[in-house]
């Protein structure tokens, strides 16, 4: 299995291992890709682009899945939907942890889509 996407710019060519990635957020015609220990990078294309790629590449722990139209969430890292609080947490299970403030209406879609597809 792949572990790494390479990505080429004019500058510079960079390798990213997507099983360490937490989120992806659209930014503009860049996205920022947010690893779990907080390093985050921007890439030079858009996150439909980028959502596609990653459909097509298979990761060894990494499954994301899209919320709302900026969002890719690894739900390798996820661990708690509070719709109160209007908020994802990602986390590895050490110490690092990642908060996402989202939208309600985003948010119930989303814990609709985890509690249909990861029954237990």
């Known amino acids: 299995m792949k572990t790494k996407l390479l990505f080429n710019s004019r500058d510079e060519l ?3 291992d997507f099983n360490n990635v937490a989120v992806v957020q659209a930014d503009g015609n860049y996205t ?7 390093h985050a990078i921007n890439l030079s294309m858009g996150i439909n682009k980028l959502a596609d790629m990653l459909k097509q590449a298979k990761f060894d722990n990494a499954f994301f899945v899209k919320i709302g139209r900026s969002l890719l969430v690894n739900q390798a890292f ?7 609080k209007q908020q994802i947490t990602l986390s590895d299970d050490n110490s690092s ?3 996402l403030n989202v939208s309600k209406q985003v948010l119930k879609a989303y814990k609709s889509f ?5 029954r237990i």
């Open 114 to 118: 985890v509690a249909e597809h990861y």
């Open 78 to 84: 996820l661990q708690r939907i509070d719709l109160q």
């Open 14 to 16: 960079v390798a990213i």
């Open 32 to 38: 920022k890709v947010v690893f779990i220990n907080k």
């Open 97 to 99: 942890i990642i908060r």
